[in-house]
């Protein structure tokens, strides 16, 4: 079936850092990517939904200058957390879908933790 | 706009007991509707789905029926196992390339 591959699991780095985050169709073209944030035992917050070549949409109270975020091929996207802080600690999760609008592939998430 | 309720959490079961975790919703149209599991550190897997009304989904024993007339889309499972330990989330979805609503996830945790 259809893999989507996230990159790194998980990040532990100090205030100021940026840290980038991809994500990887691996056997189909993603025409969207959804990154979704998760709180501690809280659902999945949308972030953002970029579609290949084009800027992305975000989603009311997320800072597009702090996240930014990538999706220059149908196979990869990427988040960058810009001079991250400890309340950006979180778990982030992107998600793939095809032309046919095809159920949503997941990521394994990437678990960040800023010092 | 569109929303998903689920039952509060968490929910403790005994092996081999009878599963069923409560999904309502809100949306115009006639969206598809999904169940999602993740397990401890890892993403969300789709577990089942159903596109329109009366359609049951079905997967590792699970079930759930999309019912139209009470906007529901109830997780079932006749008899669970520890593996079943997870957290597991309704979603709704449009059609076309749009995001999942999810609802607020279910913890379940089945012990021995």
């Known amino acids: 079936g259809a893999v989507v591959s996230q990159h790194p699991s998980r990040v532990i780095c100090k205030s100021g850092t940026s840290v980038k985050i991809e994500c990887r169709s691996l056997?189909?073209?993603?025409?969207?990517m959804f990154w979704y944030r998760q709180f501690p035992k809280q659902s999945l917050m949308l972030m953002a939904t970029s579609n290949e070549g084009s800027k992305a949409t975000y989603e009311q109270g997320v800072e597009k200058d702090k996240f930014l975020i990538n999706h220059a091929s149908l196979t990869l996207s990427t988040l960058t957390v810009t001079s991250a802080h400890p309340e950006d600690s979180s778990f982030y999760i992107c998600?793939?879908?095809?032309?046919?609008?095809?159920?949503?592939?997941f990521g394994d998430g990437t678990r960040l933790s800023i010092l | 706009g569109d929303s998903v309720t689920q039952m509060e959490g968490p929910v403790t079961l005994s092996e081999e007991a009878f599963l069923t975790i409560n999904c309502t919703y809100t949306?115009?149209?006639?969206?598809?509707l999904f169940w999602y599991v993740q397990y401890p550190g890892e993403g969300l897997q789709l577990l089942l789905k159903?596109?329109?009304?009366?359609d049951k989904g079905s997967n590792k024993g699970f079930e759930a029926t999309y019912r139209k007339e009470t906007t529901s889309f109830h997780l079932e499972k006749g008899s669970v196992q520890v593996s079943d330990s997870a957290v597991y989330f309704c979603?709704?979805?449009?059609?076309?390339?749009?995001?999942?609503?999810f609802g607020k996830g279910t913890r379940l945790s089945v012990i021995a």
């Open positions: 949306a115009t149209g006639y969206p598809s």
């Open positions: 998600s793939a879908s095809g032309e046919r609008g095809e159920p949503q592939h």
């Open positions: 056997d189909f073209q993603a025409t969207t």
């Open positions: 159903a596109t329109k009304a009366d």
């Open positions: 979603a709704l979805r449009h059609s076309g390339n749009t995001p999942l609503v």
